[in-house]
T-cell receptor, first 115, second 112 residues
Framework: DTGVSQDPRHKITKRGQNVTFRCDPI?????LYWYRQTLGQGPEFLTY????????KSRLLSDRFSAERPKGSFSTLEIQRTEQGDSAMYLC?????????????FGSGTQLSVL | DAKTTQPNSMESNEEEPVHLPCNHS???????IHWYRQLPSQGPEYVIH???SNVNNRMASLAIAEDRKSSTLILHRATLRDAAVYYC?????????????FGKGTKLSVKP
């Protein structure tokens, strides 16, 4: 068990470009979450999947953001037409989804800088 | 979702106990209290959680007030590696079950 893996660790892009991040959850974890974190703030929920189904999306997730988890394993988060306000740490987490006893396991994140 | 209130920062000396408080006066009867911590340059890490009774694990203890309007995370002997931001989160039943709502947390500094 290697934990939650995120790729890349860092991404620098120019405003208006598209970027895609990948998350590999802990194997057999059926839930996968995406969060965003800016400096000095706690992580903010973006969306989550139960297997391949996207069950909840935050109002923070604008139309420029899309997430997929095609086979219920790894997930991708794409941001189209990036803006400087998208600069943040993007965190992925996975869990076995045990209701209120659920424990999330987070990756180390992808740091996005939009110039 | 019910909110929590934590001090912005706390300091501790190495090898001394640390008590991190959390107020959650609007907690409902079915809300669990979860604690996560985030070390520098890492994602959050689960620490402990509970409903009514005090809880212990290898990382920490969780003391929950009898009226459940507050709780305290206890690190029995702080080490330099415990320097992190500690988040107290309420996990409810129904509503937005699918996510944890993080506040700003308490930044714990540990002095050698």
């Amino acid at each position: 068990d290697t934990g939650v893996s995120q790729d890349p660790r860092h991404k620098i892009t120019k405003r208006g470009q598209n970027v895609t991040f990948r998350c590999d959850p802990i194997s057999e974890h059926n839930r996968l979450y995406w969060y965003r974190q800016t400096l000095g703030q706690g992580p903010e929920f973006l969306t989550y999947f139960q297997n391949e189904a996207q069950l909840e999306k935050s109002r923070l997730l604008s139309d420029r953001f899309s997430a997929e988890r095609p086979k219920g394993s790894f997930s991708t988060l794409e941001i189209q037409r990036t803006e400087q306000g998208d600069s943040a740490m993007y965190l992925c987490a996975s869990s076995l989804g045990a209701g209120q006893n659920e424990k999330l396991f987070f990756g180390s994140g992808t740091q996005l800088s939009v110039l | 979702d019910a909110k929590t209130t934590q001090p912005n920062s706390m300091e501790s000396n190495e090898e001394e106990p640390v008590h991190l408080p959390c107020n959650h006066s609007t907690i409902s009867g079915t809300d669990y209290i979860h604690w996560y911590r985030q070390l520098p340059s890492q994602g959050p890490e689960y620490v402990i959680h509970g409903l009514t009774s005090n809880v212990n694990n290898r990382m920490a203890s969780l003391a929950i007030a009898e009226d459940r309007k507050s709780s305290t995370l206890i690190l029995h002997r702080a080490t330099l590696r415990d320097a992190a931001v500690y988040y107290c989160i309420l996990r409810g039943y129904g509503g937005s079950q699918g996510n944890l709502i993080f506040g700003k947390g308490t930044k714990l500094s540990v002095k050698p």
